[in-house]
């Protein structure tokens, strides 16, 4: 437990949601099994095993002297979650938790919900793709972006904040929508941003015709029963893109499987969509750090052809 100790006694005063500790990337042996995460101004504790109470307590000792450091007087506010064997367990071990509760990154808010479910709202292993859209499309004028798998919708925020003319976030978590809907008013984003609650297999009519697109972003979950398995529902996603994207346009491929390398969406995109050029793999936040970039998230940029001219 030493590393994460060392970790929360250096940890800065958190201002963006960001990760502090990164156990699951494996450069700290023996700690494989813990994250830190600050969603100012609470600090959430993942656990991929069961604690001890002693345990807990060491960690609630920790966290309580950097942050009288940090912040003088202010109460401490953290929440432990354990997944493990397949089930979640999410405690408020101190403070409170705003509500809403809504952080900021790179400029952006977003509404999050640490005490609910596994995924709190916003990826944070994501955020340099978030940097890498707002960079990309900020280049560029007025495109037209196809956000799929849009979760709650953050690539959305920042394409349109980086000067977007219209984003079509689709996802089949109505609810998750609903979120993303909120982070476009917290961002004063009242128009630009269409949002379609459908499963995207059954929707293609409806995205094609949208269509084309300059930018396509595909972050799919890795493995979701009854919606997405990326051994065999990428390529399905793939075929779509030369249809998809207008000449010159780009593809964001996303997937976070440690099981899966670099080569499953490299191997199968020059199967599938050939005239697709690889452009860049867009390095992860250093926070993230992995012993095996091939274990990490892996965030891969496509580039359609030109027209060519007569």
Known sequence: MLPLLTAIACAPLPTDARRIFHGRGGLHPGCEQWALDAFPPVWVLTSFEPMTDEALATVQAALQARWQQLAPGQPLNWVYQCRHAGHGETRLMAGEVPEPHEVLEQGARYRVHVLRGQNHGLFLDM???????????????????????????AFSVVALQAGARQVVNVDMSRGALAIGQRNHALNGLAA???????????????????GPYDLIILDPPSHQKGSFVATKDYARLMRRLPDLLAPGGHALLCLNAPELGLAFLQDQMHELAPELCFVQRVENPPEFADVSPERALKVLVYRAPELQRG
């Not at 007025?142 to 979760?151: C, D, E, G, H, S």
């Open 127 to 153: 955020a340099e793709g978030r940097r890498w859209v707002r960079g990309h499309v900020a280049a560029r004028a007025r495109m037209k972006v196809l956000n799929l798998f849009a979760y709650t919708c």
């Open 192 to 210: 630009g941003a269409s949002f379609l609650g459908h499963d995207i297999f059954t929707t293609w009519g409806k995205i094609s015709r949208g």
